[in-house]
C-alpha cells in the first residue's frame, strides 16, 4: 500500500521560511517520481517541485526562486525548504508521487498518489 505523510506545516510570518517533511512508503525512488503539489483555497491545485525517478530535480518557475526541493533517500523523505515566504503562499501542501514531474507543467489531473496534505499559513 503506497503510503505518503507530509508534516511540517503551520503558522510562519511573512518574510519567514518553513520546510515540509514527506515521507514515503509503500514504493521506491525507482518507481515514481515525487513532488509537492498545493491548493490555495478557493483556486485549483497546482505544482510546485518534484523529484523525478532518477533524481533530477524540476520546478514551477514561479517557485524556483524561493522553495528548493531535496530528499534523503535513506529515510524515504522528500523536503520542501521555503523561504521568504508571503501570504498569498497560504494553501495546503500535498506530496504526491506518479506523474508528477509532468504534472508540474501539464496539471495535477495524472498524479497518481496523494498524500493528505499539510496547510502552511502566512500571516501578514
Known amino acids: 500500500e503506497v503510503q505518503l505523510q507530509a508534516s511540517g506545516g503551520g503558522l510562519v510570518q511573512a518574510g519567514g521560511s518553513m520546510t515540509l517533511s514527506c515521507t514515503f512508503s509503500?514504493?521506491?525512488?525507482?518507481?515514481?517520481?515525487i513532488g509537492w503539489f498545493r491548493q490555495v483555497r478557493g483556486k485549483e491545485r497546482e505544482g510546485v517541485a518534484a523529484?523525478?525517478?532518477?533524481?533530477?530535480?524540476h520546478y514551477v518557475d514561479s517557485m524556483k526562486d524561493r522553495f528548493t526541493i531535496s530528499s534523503d533517500r535513506a529515510k524515504n523523505t522528500i523536503y520542501l525548504q521555503m523561504k521568504k515566504l508571503k501570504t498569498e503562499d497560504t494553501a495546503v501542501y500535498y506530496c504526491?508521487?506518479?506523474?508528477?514531474?509532468?504534472?508540474?507543467?501539464?496539471?495535477?489531473?495524472?498524479?497518481?498518489?496523494w498524500g493528505q496534505g499539510t496547510l502552511v499559513t502566512v500571516s501578514s
Open positions: 523529484i523525478s525517478a532518477d533524481g533530477s530535480t
Open positions: 504526491a508521487a506518479g506523474g508528477v514531474v509532468g504534472a508540474l507543467r501539464h496539471g495535477p489531473w495524472a498524479v497518481v498518489f
Open positions: 509503500g514504493f521506491t525512488w525507482r518507481d515514481y517520481g
